[in-house]
């Protein structure tokens, strides 16, 4: 895919950030402020304060907005529900080195809240990829008890779980065993 490494990781955030949501199936794995601070140091992101309970509050909101953007019908509504997301957003681009990482662009405003960051770098991302009219590319998994998003990165967009390692074994070994059954 021809995006550049920032993009691909505020894809792969956003990706983690939608399918913690029950809306995809499964538990709600964004329900507490331990859980919050979990996902922010797993997905490095950077120059936060401390989290609050509003900071969850914002955060599970902005999650739904962009499991809405993933699970839009059509590109018209793609991009109408991320226009509107972005219009809520401060963005300010800004060049930027830190912890080692090579000269990048933030699009979150330099005092940022945790949800307004979020909304910010990985909305941008988001709209590069409609730019790019990669819209189709915003999937979700094809596995009957599993609604979780994924970005299918493939280069022929065949991708159809959302984790080839999980449901795509899984899907694999029922088919093989539903094959035996016949
Ligand atoms: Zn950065
Ligand atoms: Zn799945």
Do not use: K
């Amino acid at each position: 895919m021809p995006f550049g490494h920032d993009m691909q990781y505020s894809l792969a955030t956003v990706v983690e950030l939608v399918n913690t949501s029950p809306s995809t199936g499964g538990e709600d794995r964004l329900a507490s402020l331990g859980e919050l601070q979990s996902f922010v140091e797993a997905r490095e992101v950077s120059g936060l304060g401390g989290l609050t309970a509003r900071d969850l509050g914002q955060v599970r909101m902005i999650r739904e907005a962009f499991y809405r953007v993933f699970t839009s019908p059509d590109q018209p509504t793609a991009v109408r529900l991320l226009n509107g997301l972005l219009s809520e957003t401060r963005i300010t681009p800004r060049l930027t080195e830190h912890d080692g990482h090579p000269l990048h662009v933030h699009y979150f405003a330099p005092d940022a809240t945790l949800a307004e960051h979020l909304a910010a770098d990985c909305g941008v991302a988001l709209a590069h990829l409609l730019v790019e009219g990669e819209w189709e590319r915003l999937r979700t998994c094809a596995a009957p008890d599993c609604d979780h998003v994924f970005v299918d990165e493939s280069r022929n967009r065949s991708r159809v779980y959302c984790d080839s390692r999980t449901c795509g074994n899984r899907m694999h070994v029922a088919a093989y065993r539903a094959r035996r059954r016949a």
